[in-house]
């Protein structure tokens, strides 16, 4: 969806360099960002390291403790329900308000990539195709405020995104799960992709949290349930 653009130079290659290791759970939740091992790895002096681990700090994806230092955030049952729950209200509210603007060509463009999706494409073009589509009902809703507060949203639910990504076979219903959406907008339906926009995130947050479970008992996450 959103990356944070409004960073300048050293400190967006910082940012970027780490938005990407958190969401793709390269750099997983309680590991700790030491300003002076990020700063050698990118060649970058301190200061651009600890902007950077500020701007992820406001978007919940970096906690930064007293004494301890700046850690990936760790993930809890609240943070997952809070997120998807607000992704209902949000997202829902911006394809009501964005639908008159959907351009059929580019609606017609998107079922074309996700129909083309099978068994030989990477997860990167599974997930190019649900960005689109979020990204298509984002950026017509035509509500500035709304667009913030989901950007500010963005670098978790990506986060979630991948983690749910884990679970066998999600990739395929997701794909399942955007068609029925494009097409019910297709067919000029509102209500019936509100309502299977709805029961996708519903079905991304309950991959989630099965996927944190399970990573949670195995150590590989911190998750508190």
Do not use: W
Not at 60 to 65: A, P, Q, T
């Amino acid at each position: 969806m959103f990356s944070n653009n409004n960073l300048s130079g050293a400190t967006k290659r910082v940012y970027d360099y780490l938005y990407e290791e958190i969401i793709s759970n390269r750099l997983t939740p309680g590991t700790a960002l030491s300003e002076l091992d990020i700063a050698k790895r990118l060649n970058s002096s301190r200061s651009p390291v600890r902007e950077a681990t500020m701007a992820l700090e406001g978007e919940g994806l970096v906690r930064r403790y007293p004494g301890r230092g700046c850690f990936v955030a760790e993930i809890t049952t609240q943070d997952v329900k809070e997120i998807f729950e607000l992704r209902i209200l949000l997202e829902v509210a911006a394809l009501r308000q964005s639908y008159a603007m959907l351009d059929p060509a580019s609606l017609q463009d998107l079922e074309g990539r996700l129909t083309a999706l099978d068994e030989s494409s990477t997860p990167e073009a599974y997930y190019d195709t649900d960005r689109r589509l979020h990204e298509m009902v984002i950026g017509n809703c035509g509500n500035v405020r709304l667009m913030q507060i989901l950007r500010t949203l963005n670098g978790q639910i990506e986060q979630f995104r991948h983690i749910s990504a884990r679970r066998p076979q999600r990739l395929k219903e997701s794909r399942v799960e955007h068609l029925s959406i494009v097409r019910a907008l297709m067919d000029q339906d509102l209500d019936a992709a509100c309502q299977r926009l709805t029961e996708h995130i519903k079905n991304v947050q309950a991959c989630t949290e099965s996927v944190c479970m399970q990573m949670g008992t195995t150590g590989g996450f911190l998750v508190n349930y």
